[in-house]
C-alpha cells in the first residue's frame, strides 16, 4: 500500500505546475487535519482560507511527504471517500499549492513523529506559519519560534489576522 501511494505522489507532483516560493507573499503550511476540514468536511470554521490565499498575499506549501499523507489519510475507510472525491482533494491541493522539492531535514520537532515532517518542511520555508488542530504540534510553538515557524491553531489565525 506504502509503495503504491509513493507512487502515486509521484505521478501527481510530476504533473504539477512549476511554481517557486515567492519572498513577497506570507508563507502557510495546512497540517492534514485542516486539509481535511476544508475538503473533506467542508468546515465553515476554514472557508476563509480560500479567500485568504486567493488575494495573493499568502501561499500555501506542500511536500511530498506531506501529499503521501493526504494521499493515504483520505483513502481511509473511515472516510468512504469515491476516487472521484479523493482526486478533487489531490487536484485541489496541488493547485493551490507551491511544493517545495528535496530531502527534508530529519530531527525530532514533536513527540508524534508523524508531525515532524511538517516541521521539518516549515523551517525550509522559513518565516512560515504552521496551522493545525494537533495539540502536540500546538505544544512546541516556543521551540518552533526559534526555527522561524508561527504555530497556530485556526482560532489563535483569525485573532492575529482578523479573519
Not at 486539509?35 to 480560500?50: I, Q, T
Request: proline share 3%; glycine share 4%.
Amino acid at each position: 500500500m506504502r509503495n503504491a501511494i509513493s507512487s502515486l505522489c509521484d505521478q501527481l507532483l510530476q504533473s504539477a505546475p512549476p511554481r517557486a516560493l515567492s519572498t513577497l507573499k506570507r508563507t502557510i503550511l495546512f497540517d492534514t487535519n485542516i486539509v481535511l476540514d476544508r475538503w473533506v468536511f467542508n468546515d465553515p470554521s476554514v472557508v476563509f482560507f480560500d479567500e485568504l490565499l486567493n488575494t495573493g498575499a499568502w501561499q500555501s506549501i506542500g511536500h511530498r511527504e506531506t501529499l503521501k499523507e493526504l494521499v493515504d489519510v483520505i483513502s481511509r475507510a473511515q472516510f468512504n471517500l469515491s476516487t472521484e472525491k479523493q482526486s478533487a482533494i489531490i487536484k485541489n491541493w496541488i493547485e493551490e499549492t507551491v511544493i517545495v522539492n528535496g530531502d527534508l531535514p530529519t530531527r525530532r520537532y514533536c513527540k508524534d513523529q508523524d508531525d515532524d515532517k511538517f516541521f521539518a518542511l516549515a523551517t525550509l520555508a522559513s518565516p512560515c506559519l504552521l496551522l493545525s488542530k494537533d495539540k502536540k504540534v500546538l505544544k512546541v510553538k516556543t521551540k518552533a519560534a526559534k526555527l522561524g515557524i508561527t504555530v497556530l491553531s485556526i482560532d489563535e489565525f483569525r485573532k492575529k489576522y482578523g479573519h
